[in-house]
């Protein structure tokens, strides 16, 4: 047992371990340009020497993924509670948040941009609406598998909506708000970049432009480098904080070897 929980959890270290191994001999073997795929070891010199250079941008762009997808969670999940507990409102509201979410997010910056200027603004909300979907959706399905005998023995009971909504309804929604927060921080950072390439002075997207346009491709690698170190952090807090307050819905703790 103890062994097996050991491979488990080297063995995503060894994975990456493994895939940054094979990209650094391919490239010497094949002799790849720097501008076309930069080595692993170029790209992990430029963050050493580049970092204090690069902690202002990697902050902002943290800053502003947190603030959106904060705002993103409250605003769906109150979606979510309200269009998974009135049939009308779902009617009303779910085709315009399907519509809304299709149109492509990066068509709606230059507006923002519009209305709010340039900077940390139209990032936000972005991030923010990108998030929002997901979680209406998981919310709403969440409660929608509420079974109705049970709600109908609690009427039956004397529990109001409200009760029978607070009492067994969010509870056992809580699995499915935290699998859309898992899915929502990682688009959280997708809102962000995009405003940021398009309407920022400032933060990682603005930084990878920038240096895109300077050919500089060690550092463009090393700001997404620094976007999937983010998203896998926020991740795994949301995933620890999943399995801290939904263990109960875990059916199994580990899949058949």
């Not at 109150?78 to 009308?88: D, T």
């Amino acid at each position: 047992m103890i062994r097996k929980t050991f491979l488990r959890r080297a063995l995503p270290w060894l994975v990456i371990l493994g895939m940054f191994v094979m990209w650094e001999l391919l490239c010497r073997l094949f002799g790849v340009k720097e501008f076309v795929l930069p080595l692993p070891s170029q790209i992990f010199a430029v963050l050493v020497k580049r970092w204090d250079a690069l902690l202002p941008h990697a902050t902002q762009t943290l800053m502003t993924t947190v603030i959106g997808f904060i705002g993103g969670v409250i605003v769906g999940t109150l979606l979510g509670i309200a269009i998974g507990s009135s049939r009308l409102v779902y009617d009303a509201m779910y085709p315009l948040l399907v519509g809304f979410y299709s149109i492509p997010k990066v068509a709606v910056v230059p507006i923002l941009v519009i209305w709010f200027g340039s900077g940390t603004v139209p990032a936000v909300i972005t991030s923010l609406v990108i998030c929002i979907f997901p979680v209406v959706v998981n919310v709403a399905t969440g409660l929608a598998t509420t079974e109705p005998e049970l709600e109908d023995v609690l009427r039956a009971l004397g529990a109001s909506k409200a009760d029978i909504l607070w009492g067994v309804g969010l509870p056992r929604s809580m699995p499915y708000l935290f699998a859309s927060l898992k899915i929502a921080i990682t688009l959280a950072f997708v809102g962000t970049v995009i405003s940021e390439t398009v309407a920022a002075n400032r933060g990682i997207g603005n930084m990878m432009i920038i240096a895109s346009s300077n050919i500089d491709v060690p550092l463009v690698f090393a700001g997404l480098f620094i976007l999937a170190f983010l998203g896998i952090a926020l991740y795994a807090v949301f995933a620890f904080l999943e399995s801290r307050m939904t263990g109960w819905a875990m059916r199994k703790n580990e899949f058949s070897m």
